[in-house]
């Protein structure tokens, strides 16, 4: 799968924004298996949202579900470098960052 840079969509570079920031997420799996990140806010760094391809737990999310939030963006486009650098594709933007290793649990939200 394939990331879709849209440079003049406020969303997209904020999205930019955070993928750069990756080397600062937290990284686990879910129960089904799938890559979850703890991606910082940018309005606070010490609060994290749960983070997949397909879903995250900001309010953004949450009230436009229809469209990704940049931090689902940033997550994509975060997996696409890190598969095109593990591939040696010469279409990588630019480095990828580092992915750092922490204690994240993910557990199923219940109200």
């Known amino acids: 799968m394939s990331v879709t840079i849209n440079a003049d969509d406020p969303r997209t570079i904020r999205a930019i924004e955070i993928a750069a920031e990756a080397d600062h997420w937290l990284s686990g799996r879910n129960p ?62 630019a480095p990828a960052p580092a992915r750092r290793r922490g204690h994240l649990s993910v557990v199923p939200h219940t109200s």
């Not at 298996?33 to 997949?52: A, C, K, L, M, N």
């Not at 229809?66 to 931090?71: F, L, Q, S």
């Open 32 to 93: 089904q298996g799938e890559d979850v990140f703890g991606v910082p806010s940018q309005h606070d760094p010490r609060h994290y949202y749960i983070v997949t391809r397909a879903t995250c737990d900001c309010p953004d999310f949450r009230n436009h579900g229809t469209e990704p939030c940049k931090h689902v963006l940033a997550v994509r486009l975060h997996e696409e470098l890190l598969r095109a650098e593990r591939s040696g594709s010469s279409r990588q933007p």
